[in-house]
């Protein structure tokens, strides 16, 4: 190609078609530092989307998990196709969730938090009151000296 030429165009990118998004928008996220070093990123619920977080109460089995949400309702959460094989739940696990429109009562878990994960947002002050049950057991160093 001679010097001062342009490329040649893509046909992909016609003038009269906007270019593609590049897909979702990135989830919501935490910075974990620990130490000066970035740990990783945590996942927050994205509100936008009507996310919220949930502690897994009892398993029912087949992939479906009673929750405790943080808005009181207790509701049957569904692990979708994708993820049935790659996510464990016990119960008292944190986890992130998104109520269906349609049917109050159920609700699709997108993620879950692991116990560190779980007290770190705990410790942040990230967690509602009404699921924070992970920051309870630990014991403030101040608290045990008087």
């Known amino acids: 190609m001679p010097e001062g030429a342009s490329p040649p165009p893509n046909p992909s990118e016609s003038p009269g078609h906007a270019p593609e998004s590049p897909?979702?928008?990135a989830p919501t996220t935490v910075e974990v530092v620990e130490g000066g070093e970035e740990?990783?990123?945590l996942p927050l619920p994205r509100r936008d989307r009507g996310e919220i977080f949930g502690v897994a109460s009892q398993l029912m089995g087949a992939a479906r998990i009673r929750v405790m949400c943080e808005d009181g309702v207790s509701r049957m959460g569904r692990i979708t196709g994708k993820m049935k094989k790659k996510m464990w739940v016990r119960e008292g696990d944190l986890l992130i969730l998104r109520p269906w429109g349609f049917q109050e009562g159920k609700c699709d878990i997108l993620f879950r938090y692991s116990r560190t994960q779980a007290t770190y947002l705990a410790r942040r002050d990230l967690l509602p009151a009404s699921v924070n049950?992970?920051?309870?057991?630990?014991?403030s160093p101040e608290s045990s000296q008087t």
């Open 23 to 25: 897909g979702p928008e």
């Open 39 to 41: 740990v990783g990123r």
């Open 133 to 139: 049950v992970f920051g309870e057991a630990e014991a």
